[in-house]
């Protein structure tokens, strides 16, 4: 099949014309919000459809190459699809569609108390930012585009004005635009080396540049697309953000948004700089393991459901880099069919963590809704009131738990693969650094697992701990449908994979001129010629014919299958309420205990007693909090550096005006003498 | 290093054990009584204790079928944490006023089919603490009882006994009214 060009424009103009009507009419209606809600978030969904097929369309062959001179300064505003930004696009649709379509039911309660006309600006802003995003062609329009997306996300984040906001949204602001100074000073350098403003001029010109230059473009780069993808240690605006941030943008950020940082990152490899030395793949390998292993760490102490999400997320993106530094390491040693074997797995957990993530963080804002809590300790029992969120939510687990038959087993089970078929390197420091990163993914994958049975056994499963929850009822029809969407979605990529394996075959090839060491077909996987083999499908159906059999079996051997309905076996106590459950806290922690020297956590035992004798307790008060060790260690100093700085620097600025104007003539002496 | 030191400069200090004639009836019953449990629930028999009130006297005798010289897991007895894991009660004491109802709820969270043996005196007729304050009742006042054993405390081998002669009864009269 063939896209032609002119196609391609047409679902460009559809998109872009969706989401600027999509805004202005927000804002138009603004005086009255259930409109406004509507119409902004309809053609919010609707540019969603239009990116999904662009990218489609993309990843069919269809190219697109726009150029407009005016609209920007130094090479005009530049555009253009090719394979790699196509499936980005397709990325950003995939989460866009639900979250739109979640947004409708979801921004009802937002109606009155918060700016439902803003929420729709920015947020067809924001869709419309990182689609163009991915197309740009010169570093001008993709810094334009950059910012622009981090300030429609800032004020998407802070749409909920109150405290915790305002610290989240500050604390983002300075990490995104931190990031986007070394984005910055990256671009400038690379453009100063290659004498170019244009992508393309960039990949012609980089083997030309000096080993030093390229070192230093590539760590400010990684920094920067770094910071925006949440990798450990400049993840910290993360788990702030997130749970701040209402759910269908929380779903977006962590769905699309991240990836783009990766998506920057790729680029920056195998598209911009070409193939560096080793220590590239070597040390990006390195913060990805920190990242998924320190990441899940993290969300397994957390008892604040987004938050676990956003520190699930930094776990992720640590999986999809183990994936990327294993690519650029094959790349360093000409071994392009494992490249792209590798780069294929980490990007197809690309879209795999987009879709569950996107999903979790709508049933986490579908409980937040109904039960008004992010708390997992206040929750319990939500599998008897919202039915079908559970489903949901359980069948979004169990793919970010990498468990068969969902997407995640496919693609960290196509991420082991390539990391254990790196003994074909001829480097000894490098097979250790990759077998110890299989250590890591492995450890990575089981935390996963036991941090989800926590989120959602103590979120769903036994009696609710708090009034609000005991009354929480089914989220709405919109709400509904777009996690269905996307737990369809969820089983579909983790059955039939081949569908986009196939496209994204083609995408690694566009990138790095060979196709993937993979075999595919609709029945299995064969990767690394006959290295290993799965069968998704086939594992999908044995999981049915084991369900189905446990009946049948019981049946057979004429198993007493009696019911008696009795209490729960509560230890024969007479009372039992909720406040005797297992807790969020007591399930994370032997974790704690055993990773403490990472959690540092803080242990407060407080007793009060009656006055008239030790014998009788009136209250005890326990805190067991774990510690972000990155807070301390690194941002806590550096955060009393600034500011001694600044203390510093405020002596020059003395309200003096005399004072001024002696500054003013040194340096005009200065400058004299300089310039002579 | 001190411990090390310890395990190096201890002697090893055994008896050699004095063959028992007990010990072959002790291996007979405990046969018997899997053979017969699996017969009845089709696996091995898995015990829960409950202490209803006891001195803690028949309790040292029940816990010293788990030690080296009776050792009741070779012969897959076991002792479980949960009536709900359970396929027989062994319950010790008179029936104290606050333990009627954990007992009840014990008897009740234990799947049918299943077996009840009351061990000692105390469980049998409340033994020297009848009439006090604080007891509701012998066992058989709280929940129906298969099978009741005498002694104060009953020896292991007693004890060993009693539940043979449950697990015989229920096989003789598989539907017993008792539990339904």
């Given at each position: 099949m063939t896209v032609n060009q002119s196609l391609m424009l047409n679902l460009f103009t559809g998109m872009l014309a969706s989401f600027a009507v999509g805004a202005a009419g927000a804002l138009l209606s603004g005086r009255w919000p259930r409109a406004s809600r509507w119409i902004g978030h309809s053609f919010a969904l609707i540019g969603g459809l239009f990116a999904l097929s662009l990218g489609l369309g993309g990843l069919l062959g269809g190219v697109l190459s726009l150029s407009i001179t005016q609209l920007l300064p130094v090479g005009g505003m530049g555009l253009g699809v090719d394979r790699l930004s196509a499936f980005f696009i397709l990325v950003v649709g995939v989460a866009a569609v639900p979250s739109a379509l979640y947004a409708i039911g979801y921004t009802r309660e937002y109606e009155r108390r918060?700016?439902?006309a803003g929420m729709g600006v920015s947020l067809n802003l924001f869709l419309a930012s990182m689609a163009l995003v991915v197309m740009a062609r010169n570093a001008l329009t993709f810094l334009a585009l950059w910012e622009t997306m981090s300030l429609a996300s800032y004020f998407l984040v802070m749409t909920e004005n109150d405290r915790e906001t305002e610290r989240a949204g500050w604390l983002y602001f300075v990490m995104t635009h931190a990031g986007f100074a070394c984005l910055l000073g990256g671009f400038l350098l690379l453009s100063a080396a290659t004498g170019s403003m244009d992508f393309a001029g960039w990949q012609a010109g980089a083997a030309a540049v000096a080993g030093p230059t390229r070192a230093v473009v590539f760590v400010l780069l990684a920094a920067g697309f770094g910071s925006k993808a949440g990798l450990i240690p400049l993840h910290i605006w993360l788990p702030r953000a997130h749970p701040a941030a209402p759910s269908h943008v929380s779903a977006l950020m962590s769905g699309a948004m991240i990836k783009l940082g990766v998506y920057g990152l790729v680029r920056v490899g195998f598209d911009w700089l070409g193939a560096g030395p080793s220590w590239w793949g070597g040390a990006l390998m390195v913060v990805g393991a920190v990242s998924a292993v320190l990441g899940v760490l993290y969300a397994m102490v957390d008892s604040d459901l987004k938050r676990l999400l956003a520190y699930s997320s930094v776990e992720n993106v640590g999986i999809i880099l183990l994936g990327l530094g294993a690519a650029m390491l094959f790349q360093t040693y000409h071994l392009p069919a494992l490249a792209a074997l590798a780069l294929l797995a980490s990007l197809y957990h690309?879209?795999?963590?987009?879709v569950f993530k996107s999903l979790l963080f709508m049933v986490a804002g579908a409980v937040l809704y109904s039960a008004h809590t992010r708390n997992m300790e206040e929750m319990g029992g939500l599998i008897k009131r919202m039915p079908q969120t559970a489903v949901f939510f359980l069948v979004g687990s169990v793919a970010i738990a990498a468990l068969p038959p969902f997407n995640g087993f496919i693609s960290e089970w196509i991420t082991f693969q390539s990391l254990l078929l790196s003994f074909q390197i001829p480097d000894k420091a490098v097979n250790l650094t990759l077998a110890l990163s299989v250590a890591a993914l492995a450890l990575t994958s089981g935390l996963a697992a036991a941090c989800f049975i926590k989120a959602f056994g103590i979120s769903f499963l036994a009696l609710p701990r708090s009034e609000p929850v005991r009354h929480a009822r089914e989220v709405g029809l919109a709400m509904r449908s777009a996690m269905a969407l996307l737990t369809l979605a969820c089983l579909v990529l983790g059955v039939a994979p081949f569908v986009v394996l196939r496209f994204l075959s083609k995408t690694t090839a566009e990138l790095l001129g060979a196709t993937p060491d993979m075999q595919f077909s609709w029945s299995q996987l064969v990767a690394g010629g006959s290295f290993a083999t799965v069968s998704p499908l086939w594992i999908a159906l044995a999981l049915v014919a084991l369900l189905a059999s446990i009946p049948l079996a019981l049946r057979i051997f004429r198993a007493n299958t009696a019911r008696r309905?009795?209490?729960?076996?509560?230890?024969?106590?007479?009372?039992?309420?909720?406040?005797?459950?297992?807790?969020?806290?007591?399930?994370?922690?032997?974790?704690?205990?055993v990773f403490s020297i990472l959690y540092k956590p803080v242990k407060e035992l407080a007793i009060e007693f009656h006055p008239e004798s030790r014998f009788f307790v009136r209250t005890i008060s326990y805190r067991n909090d774990a510690r972000s060790i990155f807070d301390e260690s690194i941002y806590g100093p550096l955060n009393r550096a600034l500011r001694s700085f600044a203390q510093r620097v405020r002596l020059l600025q003395s309200g003096n005006v005399n004072i001024y104007l002696l500054y003013i003539l040194i340096a005009l002496v200065a400058l004299l003498i300089i310039a002579r | 290093m001190t411990l090390f030191k310890k395990v190096w400069r201890t002697p090893v200090v055994t008896e050699p054990l004095t063959p028992a004639v007990e010990s072959a009836q002790i291996e007979i019953t405990a046969r018997r009584i899997d053979e017969s449990a699996r017969r009845l629930f089709g696996r091995s028999l898995h015990i829960r204790e409950v202490d209803a009130g006891s001195c803690n006297g028949c309790e040292i005798e029940i816990s010293a079928l788990n030690n080296p010289y009776y050792d009741l897991e070779r012969f897959g007895l076991h002792f479980v944490a949960s009536p709900r894991h359970a396929d027989c009660l062994l319950v010790t004491g008179p029936v104290t006023r606050n333990m009627?109802?954990?007992?009840?709820?014990t008897y009740e969270a234990t799947p049918d089919p299943k077996l009840v043996v009351a061990v000692g005196d105390c469980a049998r007729d409340c033994g020297i603490f009848a009439g006090a304050y604080g007891v509701h009742g012998p066992v058989s006042a709280v929940v129906p009882v298969d099978v009741t054993i005498a002694g104060c405390p009953p020896t292991p081998r007693m004890i060993l006994s009693g539940i043979l002669a449950a697990l015989q009864m229920r096989e003789q009269r598989p539907e017993d009214p008792k539990h339904q």
């Open positions: 918060h700016s439902i690309t879209l795999n963590h987009a309905y009795y209490e729960t076996w509560g230890c024969g106590r007479a009372v039992q309420t909720a406040r005797f459950e297992y807790t969020a806290a007591s399930f994370a922690n032997p974790f704690k205990r | 009627a109802d954990p007992l009840r709820r």
